[in-house]
């Protein structure tokens, strides 16, 4: 019994954790887009970086999807 509620405290601690991490790393990319999107009107190249900003959020969220 004591085992068990050790393990679902550690799981619980871990999940919360993954989930504090993940809404910050996704916060940041999400600050990242718009800051590259901005820049994007008065610099046409930098089209590339801002699609490559956005690729790196979508992924962040799938992992975040399949971790959680």
């Given at each position: 019994?004591?085992?068990?509620?050790?393990?679902?405290?550690f799981a619980?601690?871990?999940?919360?954790?993954?989930?504090?991490?993940?809404?910050?790393?996704?916060?940041?990319?999400?600050?990242?887009?718009?800051?590259?999107?901005?820049?994007?009107?008065?610099?046409?190249?930098?089209?590339?970086?801002?699609?490559?900003?956005?690729?790196?959020?979508?992924?962040?969220?799938?992992?975040?999807?399949?971790?959680?």
């Amino acid at each position: 019994m004591i085992c068990q509620k050790e393990r679902e405290h550690f799981a619980n601690v871990c999940r919360e954790y993954l989930m504090k991490s993940f809404y910050v790393r996704i916060r940041k990319a999400q600050d990242r887009v718009m800051s590259l999107s901005a820049r994007e009107q008065e610099s046409p190249e930098m089209s590339f970086a801002r699609q490559r900003a956005e690729n790196d959020l979508a992924d962040l969220e799938r992992i975040k999807k399949k971790r959680l």
